[in-house]
């Protein structure tokens, strides 16, 4: 497997996928290209991600030149991305400056960290783990750390080292990766309705009581249920911003995550079947209770839904996120929908603000308080 970058036909200089034009932009000679642009001055970049990683990297290559057998046989296990532990550091070169780049099992985009060049990890993006689809990022870093701002000075407790400079540099657009499952289903749905009249005669009240067998049949259909495909992901920072508007979704090409860290799923569509199940039962119910109308009230006596035929669909999800490991020991983060500008965040808490604050109300009602009563 090997690590590529997409390279500007006119100067040299990296490209990189921008949210605002949907186009490649070199970041040197500001040019801007279309995805067949991209594809016709990068043909080699093509066809490494269409070889499902058999071409062995750099490292792997001088390994065997040195004569070394065993190391040669853990370097290609490590640069192939099949490492023995899942969570052991996998080894890439750089195609612009030649450096280690040291990566974990799942990543699938990164940046450089000597010439910070973004590069696309691209066995790691094909074969069987090659994306259906990607919702391209539409919020550019600009807008993504303008809102961060805004939305971390409209909350008066929040402490400063949260939202400076350093911590803003951590500001990270990540693809997260995704299951998108389409399911037909068929219900089944017993219930009893309730009719009740009341009415007086005199100085009588009459009450009665119209009691139904009420049955409902018929086939369902859920599109674009959505899964979260990485174990290591908090799935509060992850599934806090959906949904997305996956009709917006593109076929997936490995120019997107140029300029993006990306994650690939280490979760498969068949360990999400019980989850299905129980989403198909309890949106089932609620559209089966929907059709039932004219009644008093509805009891429910029997609701089945059997899953009948699913489609599955392997997606990356845009996000911008950024975590921060408060002073009480805990993790606290910030996230952003790349797509929509949705926001979630659970944020750390200034005890110092909250405290000077409670001083400066309590103390001018205290003092008040001391001359009013000197005065009555």
Sequence with gaps: MSAVSYKCPNC???????????????????????????????????SAGEDGGTAAPESEAASGAAGNQEAAGKDSRRASGTADDEGEAVLYTCPSCGAEIVTDSTTAATFCYYCHNPVVL???????????????????????????????????????AFFEKKQIEKFSGVYFPAWLFD???????????????????????????????????????????????????????VEGVWPYKLSEAKPFHMGYLSGFQAERRDMESSEFQGELLNDVNKYGKKLLRESVSGYDSVTTKKCDCTIEEVEEHYALLPVWTVTYKGKDGKMYYY??????????????????????????????????????????
Aim: aromatic share 12%.
């Design 12 to 46: 040299g200089g990296e490209l990189t996928f921008d949210p605002q034009t949907q186009k490649y932009k070199c970041e040197y000679c500001f040019s801007y290209f279309t995805e067949e642009e991209l594809e016709a001055a990068n043909p080699d970049v093509k």
């Design 183 to 237: 399911v037909k289903a068929e219900g089944i749905y017993e219930a009893t309705g309730e009719n009740i009249h009341t009415w007086t005669s005199g100085d009588d009240e009459y009450t009665e009581t119209e009691e139904y067998h009420v049955e409902r049949e018929g086939d369902l259909t859920f599109k674009e249920l959505s899964k979260n495909a990485l174990k290591k992901a908090n799935r509060t920072l």
């Design 122 to 160: 691209s066995g790691r993006v094909s074969g069987e783990f090659l994306p259906d689809l990607v919702v391209p990022f539409a919020i550019d870093r600009k807008k993504a750390e303008q809102s961060f701002m805004d939305f971390v000075h409209s909350k008066k407790f929040v402490p400063k």
């Design 335 to 376: 996230t952003m929908n790349g797509q929509s500008g949705k926001v979630v965040g659970k944020l750390p808490l200034d005890r110092g603000k909250v405290v000077r604050l409670f001083l400066a109300v309590t103390i001018p009602v205290f003092l008040l308080g001391l001359l009013g009563g000197y005065f009555i």
